[in-house]
């Protein structure tokens, strides 16, 4: 059995679910998930309840966030027509922007172009924006990217035209990045009818086609891995009106593996797509004595080995290439033989 090691890794599309959810998904249990997973910096998405839209909010979540956290932690502020002129207020205390186009779990949208105007008039520059757009928005994404000549990241980029048309951005030498679940890559539409509402999420899964234009670009257009982490409980999976979303973070690097054991990726193009471009992008900090050590072993995927609070994930029963042994983070062993030894509080919340 090899064992690899491995940098902490840095997911930039978590929803902890603080303040509002906290039955779905604490700050506590969600670093614990996120250490399980070997994922040792996370950003933690703004549609909440309520959003992360007001100084005041995002400022009394970041005080919970610092009693809570195991591993570090920056928050998203959100977009929002009601409080846009709070963005450069927000900005002071948020590592990202997060503007959300398209019909997702939550209130949280920009649907009006006077907001969009003012989000990139008035968002810092050199703070990131993220926006989750999908069919038509990713062209509207690209074009502002273009208009007012900054970064702007796509997340969770699941169809094919969406993947070309970003790649074209890129030729034109257009500052836009992306990134790809591992949902949107290991699933597809076959899966969501199978799993029903466990196989829902926004984007919705994809044709065979759209997975394979996502792995045909794994190694070129995409910039990132991003797990969008969105936890539900079953029971509410389960009602009447089930909102979208899967669990990810400890099911993220061991199918990653999967796929450096298949050959389909490389293990260096992996630590890009899992830490090194989500860092330059986002702009955030090293982490001095962190890594991951993996065990390449043959592992069975088990929703009652997981740290998250829902309990579940769709990959449950499924076998990958690979676990997380042991992580360390700042030099103390953060979590070993599965367990989390890192405690609430031991994270360091970003400024
Ligand atoms: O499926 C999703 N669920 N996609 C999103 O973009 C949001 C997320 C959530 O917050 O549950
Ligand atoms: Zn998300």
Redesign the pocket.
Known sequence: MTTITLPGLIDVHT?LRVPGGEHKEDFASGTAAALAGGVTMILG?P?TNPPLTTPDVLAATRRQAQADIRCDVGLYAGASPADIAYLPALAEQATALKI?LND???KLRVEDLPTLMACFQTWPRHKPIAV?AEKQSVAVSIGLAAVYNRPVHI??VSRREEIELIADAKVQGLPVTCEVAPHHLFMDQTDAARLGPLG????ILGTPDDVAALWEHLNSTVDCIAT?H???TLAEKHSATP????SGLETSLPLMLTAVADNRLSLSRLIELMHTNPRRIFGLPEQPDTQVEVEMTPTVIRNENLFTKCGWTPFDGREVAGRVARVVLRGAVAFENGRVLAQPGNGRLLT
């Open positions: 929803h998405m549609n959300y997702t779990f939550g989750h997340v969770h829902d999420m926004r984007p969008d969105a936890p539900h909102p979208p979303g899967v």
